[in-house]
């Protein structure tokens, strides 16, 4: 099992800027693609950002322009640039790793984050 640890979360004003990371650890496996999701209160778990190994990234709408995912291989690290952060961005991040197990046979997994408190103030 990977474990996986977000951090960086915290109380800027509209505006600012925030960076989180996203480190998975774990012993003998390979990341497929490292995902960044949020949960406003009372709302659903929404899809932030995505980067694939192959360093393709995606982005939803609403933070295309402002917020850059990036990712450093060598250290499992996945961090979510937040530029020009608004009230609206205001949500707990989660990060999420879909990864492959190495083994005789190979097993893809997924795991989430405990998740980090992002909150902007007007």
């Known amino acids: 099992q990977v474990q996986v640890v977000e951090s960086g979360g915290g109380l800027v004003q509209a505006g600012e800027s925030l960076r989180l990371s996203c480190t998975a650890s774990?012993?003998?496996?390979?990341?497929?693609?490292i995902g960044w999701y949020r949960q406003a209160p009372g709302k659903q778990r929404e899809l932030v950002a995505t980067?694939?190994?192959?360093?393709?990234?995606m982005y939803a709408d609403s933070v295309k322009g402002r917020f850059t995912i990036s990712r450093d291989n060598a250290k499992n690290t996945v961090d979510l640039q937040m530029n020009s952060l608004k009230p609206e961005d205001t949500a707990v991040y989660f990060c999420?790793?879909?990864?492959?197990?190495?083994?005789?046979?190979?097993?893809?997994?997924?795991?989430w984050g405990q998740g980090t408190q992002v909150t902007v103030s007007s």
């Open positions: 999420n790793a879909d990864y492959t197990i190495q083994g005789a046979i190979a097993v893809r997994q997924i795991s």
């Open positions: 774990g012993s003998s496996f390979s990341i497929n693609v």
């Open positions: 980067i694939h190994s192959g360093g393709s990234t």
